[in-house]
């Protein structure tokens, strides 16, 4: 699959856009000035405890408190505590062996109000809550993550080969300093030592950093994660992605300078985009934006996805559309297999979904009735694949009785949620919508004659000017749609009939 990365900067934030094979995947923004972010180290102090929560609230400078639960403090809190009040070994960087001590299951057992913690975000202010916090302070690289105050070291569990798990393992025991743990990514499969040796060296001279901060007053931020563009190629870069477009030429030189780091052969693919036309508008991702992230997402064989949101839970609801009526006189047996193929598409797109809107929490999908338990499983095993990808955390439960899907996804950021001023019905996304519907009849290559019956109204604007946007279509998919005014029609109503005078797509459901 061929990746592409678009970065639009802006004057208050950069858009960053993974497009794969040309389909907006994942839309990030990096707002200037942000506050708080994951992955940054805070020196907090501790405001209360929560007893019966078994959690402290602690502060690190935000209007809420941060949260702290028990679970998230991890066994090497004693080390950590009795580091940051040893000031004079600390600057030294001389790490003691500290003894263990009891075994305790309660927060109150640990830490007390007015206490220094340090901590670390792991997940962003949401609504009206605080940020999420870990005491389990680790930091991230291209190959390794590094642990202070562990000695465990681990390996990505998507390294299935056995012989190349082994040679990691060896290489990272001979080089791994006393008191750190490591996390072996997935990325370090087949790298040499070189590699792995010299990002570790960079890693620890981070946290050397880190220490160096700790004389500050509380709260205070002692380590900032990287900017979301470099976070974004540490994570996800691999020999899929085959460009890298940024309308920003300090930006360009901040990727050259990391990838240098990472995949100095790969620095070729970065381009500096100097168009006149908006970056997002030339490769077609605000048109995408318009099209998926309202509340009706459209499938390419004529159903659609409904996106409802809760205070609670995130609701999906598959929709065949016209697909059940194009289908009418089939046989039984063709109408399951089509119910089949219109849950399966839909599991693809809820799938890119639930990625590019970062949706989390519990996720509840009303997909279409199927009676045959094999067509449940192999759906299944379908959204088991396509989620395969996703970075976040998440389980998928298998199909219920009554057609549900449940999952649960762990979010990080907000929720994407993109503030149009255009409402979702105006004429340039229903415009968007109806080329989405076109482009997808015409690749399906099985109706020829096609003619669009629209409001009267819609007809003049799609064929005013030149070249107007019947002749764009014409001009993009080497088709000529015929455009058949209808004063019966509603401004938004459409129906797409091919020369059999099928209908093959239409707004009335």
């Known amino acids: 699959m061929n990746k592409e990365l678009i970065i639009n900067a802006e004057k208050q934030e950069v858009k960053i856009a993974l497009l794969e094979e040309g389909k907006l995947l994942e839309l990030h923004r990096d707002v200037f000035n942000q506050k708080f972010s994951v992955g940054d180290i805070y020196l907090g102090i501790v405001k209360k405890i929560l007893y019966g929560l078994n959690a402290a609230i602690i502060?690190?400078?935000h209007s809420k408190g941060a949260f702290l639960h028990y679970n998230d403090i991890g066994f090497q809190i004693n080390k950590m505590l009795e580091l940051i009040s040893m000031k004079k070994k600390f600057l030294s960087n001389n790490?003691?062996?500290?003894?263990?001590?009891?075994?305790?299951?309660?927060?109150?057992?640990?830490?007390?109000?007015?206490?220094?913690?340090l901590v670390q975000?792991?997940?962003?202010?949401?609504?009206?809550?605080?940020?999420?916090?870990?005491?389990?302070?680790?930091?991230?690289?291209?190959?390794?993550?590094?642990?202070?105050?562990s000695e465990k070291i681990s390996i990505s569990k998507k390294i299935k080969n056995a012989k190349e798990k082994s040679r990691l393992l060896s290489y990272i025991?001979?080089?791994?300093?006393?008191?750190?743990?490591?996390?072996?990514?997935?990325?370090?499969?087949?790298?040499?030592?070189?590699?792995?040796?010299?990002?570790?060296?960079?890693?620890?001279?981070?946290?050397?950093?880190?220490?160096?901060?700790?004389?500050?007053?509380?709260?205070?931020?002692?380590?900032?994660?990287?900017?979301?563009?470099?976070?974004?190629?540490?994570?996800?870069?691999?020999?899929?992605?085959?460009?890298?477009?940024?309308n920003n030429s300090f930006i360009c030189q901040e990727i050259h300078s990391y990838l240098s780091l990472i995949a100095p052969e790969k620095t070729n693919i970065i381009k500096y985009y100097k168009g006149n036309i908006p970056i997002f508008e030339k490769y077609g991702i605000e048109k995408q934006i318009q099209i998926f992230l309202g509340q009706n997402v459209p499938l390419e064989n004529g159903a659609y996805l409904i996106i409802e949101h809760t205070e609670a839970l995130h609701v999906i609801d598959v929709n065949s559309g016209m697909n059940n009526h194009m289908k009418k006189n089939c046989t039984e047996s063709e109408r399951i297999d089509n119910i089949l193929k219109v849950n399966l598409l839909a599991a693809t797109e809820i799938a890119r979904q639930l990625r590019l809107r970062d949706m989390g929490?519990?996720?509840?999908?009303?997909?279409?009735?199927?009676?045959?338990?094999?067509?449940?499983?192999?759906?299944?095993?379908?959204?088991?694949?396509?989620?395969?990808?996703?970075?976040?955390?998440?389980?998928?439960?298998?199909p219920n009785k009554f057609g549900l899907v449940q999952f649960t996804r762990h979010r990080v950021r907000p929720e994407l949620k993109v503030n149009n001023e255009?409402?979702?019905d105006s004429p340039v996304n229903y415009i968007h919508r109806l080329e989405f519907v076109i482009e997808s009849i015409i690749r399906n290559k099985n109706h020829q004659g096609i003619q669009l019956h629209i409001h009267s109204f819609v007809s003049a604007y799609l064929k005013k000017g030149f070249p107007s946007i019947q002749q764009k279509w014409l001009l993009k998919y080497k088709k000529w749609i015929k455009i058949i005014p209808r004063d019966t029609f509603g401004y938004t109503e459409y129906q797409v009939i091919n020369k059999n005078h099928e209908i093959i797509s239409s707004s009335f459901h």
């Open 59 to 61: 502060d690190i400078g």
């Open 95 to 117: 790490f003691e062996k500290f003894e263990k001590k009891e075994s305790i299951n309660s927060i109150d057992k640990i830490l007390h109000p007015g206490q220094k913690i």
């Open 121 to 149: 975000i792991s997940k962003e202010p949401i609504s009206n809550k605080g940020p999420k916090l870990t005491a389990k302070i680790c930091i991230p690289g291209r190959y390794l993550v590094l642990v202070p105050f």
């Open 173 to 246: 025991k001979k080089i791994k300093p006393n008191e750190f743990g490591l996390i072996i990514r997935t990325a370090s499969y087949n790298k040499i030592g070189k590699f792995l040796n010299e990002e570790l060296i960079f890693l620890i001279t981070k946290w050397k950093k880190t220490l160096k901060n700790l004389i500050k007053l509380p709260p205070v931020r002692v380590l900032s994660e990287m900017s979301k563009t470099s976070c974004l190629l540490r994570d996800t870069f691999n020999d899929d992605l085959k460009s890298i477009d940024c």
């Open 361 to 398: 929490g519990i996720i509840v999908v009303d997909f279409i009735d199927m009676s045959e338990p094999i067509q449940r499983k192999q759906l299944y095993e379908h959204l088991k694949e396509k989620m395969k990808n996703d970075r976040a955390k998440h389980k998928i439960l298998p």
């Open 422 to 424: 255009k409402s979702e």
